[in-house]
C-alpha cells in the first residue's frame, strides 16, 4: 500500500533521512529554524537536531550562501536553503563565481560539496518579486548541476543524491 504525501513532506523526510545518516550535513537558511521554513519545509528539524545542525541565517544571502561553500571545503555537507529564486540573485557571486568555479581554478584540487535548495516559480501568494523562473539561468552555468524534481518521488531521493556528490547542486 502506497502513502500519499506532499512535495513538503518529502523534502521534509529528505532532510530528516540526511541528517540522521551524516553528521557533516546541516541546514542553514532564513527562517528554516524557529519558524520552520517559509513554506513549512524544515518544521520540526530545530526540535530534533539542535541549533548546530539547524541554523537561522540573517537577511544576507551573499554572506550565507559564502559560509555553506566555506563549510563544504572545511568537510561538511551544508544545505543552503535561500527563500525564494529571486533572493538567490543576491547570492550569485557566491554560487556562479565562488562554488561553480573552484574545482577547475584548483585544478580540480578543491571540491565543493554544498547544496543550494531554491524554491521557484509562480505559488500563491508570491506576488511578482517571488515568483520567477531561474532554472535555466543556473543550469548554463558551468560547474554547477541543476535539478528540478517534476514528481514526488523525485524530490524525495534529491536530496541524497545530490548530498553524494562533491560538486555545488542548485535544487530548484
Given at each position: 500500500?502506497?502513502?500519499?504525501?506532499?512535495?513538503?513532506?518529502?523534502?521534509?523526510?529528505?532532510?530528516?533521512?540526511?541528517?540522521?545518516?551524516?553528521p557533516r550535513v546541516?541546514?542553514?537558511?532564513?527562517?528554516?529554524?524557529?519558524?520552520?521554513?517559509?513554506?513549512?519545509?524544515?518544521?520540526g528539524l530545530l526540535e530534533e537536531f539542535g541549533p548546530e545542525r539547524?541554523?537561522?541565517?540573517?537577511?544576507?544571502?551573499?554572506?550565507?550562501?559564502?559560509?555553506?561553500?566555506?563549510?563544504?571545503?572545511?568537510?561538511m555537507r551544508p544545505i543552503v536553503e535561500v527563500m525564494t529564486v529571486n533572493f538567490s540573485l543576491l547570492a550569485l557571486d557566491q554560487i556562479v563565481n565562488t562554488a561553480a568555479t573552484l574545482r577547475h581554478m584548483s585544478g580540480g584540487q578543491l571540491e565543493v560539496p554544498v547544496v543550494?535548495?531554491?524554491?521557484?516559480?509562480?505559488?500563491?501568494?508570491?506576488?511578482?518579486?517571488?515568483?520567477h523562473s531561474l532554472e535555466n539561468w543556473y543550469a548554463h552555468v558551468p560547474g554547477l548541476t541543476v535539478v528540478a524534481p517534476a514528481t514526488i518521488d523525485d524530490a524525495r531521493g534529491v536530496i541524497a543524491a545530490a548530498l553524494a556528490l562533491e560538486d555545488p547542486v542548485v535544487i530548484f
Open positions: 500500500m502506497s502513502r500519499r504525501i506532499s512535495y513538503r513532506e518529502a523534502l521534509r523526510e529528505a532532510l530528516q533521512e540526511a541528517l540522521r545518516k551524516d546541516f541546514l542553514m537558511g532564513e527562517d528554516v529554524g524557529r519558524y520552520g521554513g517559509t513554506y513549512a519545509v524544515s518544521k539547524i541554523r537561522d541565517t540573517p537577511l544576507s544571502e551573499l554572506g550565507f550562501t559564502g559560509a555553506g561553500i566555506g563549510a563544504a571545503l572545511g568537510g543550494i535548495r531554491i524554491p521557484t516559480g509562480a505559488g500563491r501568494q508570491l506576488a511578482a518579486q517571488h515568483s
